[in-house]
């Protein structure tokens, strides 16, 4: 990672203020360059209680190990601090999570002492506007043990190209889930994603969404906790998020496994369009 800037925080940036100012940044940014600056906090150790209440939401079993994706709730208060920075150029409210891919060296033990560290790079153009990668990395004896890229989307001027992909027939499900109308709030309580439009049918549709919709974070994360006991230590999960799940919901899940690892999908249950598209391979 090469940056300008490293600035270092005592303690985790506190989300009830900076959503406020969120949505009033929606009112001045205009674009331009992302900035070069790293948020790092030291030593961060894991709450076995809030760790707990993770695992319920999103259907893991507790052990002493983290799951792949819970590291990126320790370190999404630091990214909501750099995307509401001043001389961040996109808003936070309106920019789209399209893509996630995690990639870790070993698991995570629950008594580990981790250094975070969040950063942005990568801004490129999008058929639909322009993209970037918010970074985050879980470092441990001066080793990136852990490393989160999540792709945003900002819906603009775009490049007009194509993206290329196709609707096609998902395949039989292997599971059908329903998914209640609460799950927005309850991983909210968790993760610190008060976005409105996870939270309730009226905030969700000041936003353009008919209803709520699930955290992409929690999509992928329960596709996860359906391969519990068969997902190596050391291995990178790849997803794109697709169409949002409107809650409720009842989705189905297709798992299969490949010469590297596995191949996911998570789609609706009725109409069959997709919300996940996944990859997990063994490193």
Known sequence: MSVRELQE???APNLGLLYPKA???GFTKKGGDLPDR???RRGVRVDPRHLADYNRVCEFRLTD???VTYPHVLTFPMQVKLMTDPDFPFPLIGSVHVANRITQARALRVDEEVDLRVHVENLRPHPKGRQFDMVSEGVVGGEVVWRDVSTYLRRGSGSGARSGEDHREPPAPS????????????????SGDRNPIHLHALSAKAFGFPRAIAHGMWTKARCLAAFEGRLPGACTVDVRFKLPVLLPAKVGFHAAATPGGWGFELFDARSGKPHVEGVITEL
């Open 23 to 25: 949505v009033l940044a």
């Open 65 to 67: 190990e983290l799951p």
């Open 38 to 40: 790293a948020y790092l």
């Open 9 to 11: 925080l005592d303690s």
């Open 175 to 190: 599971a059908v889930w329903r998914v209640g109308d609460d799950i927005g709030r309850r991983y909210a309580a968790v």
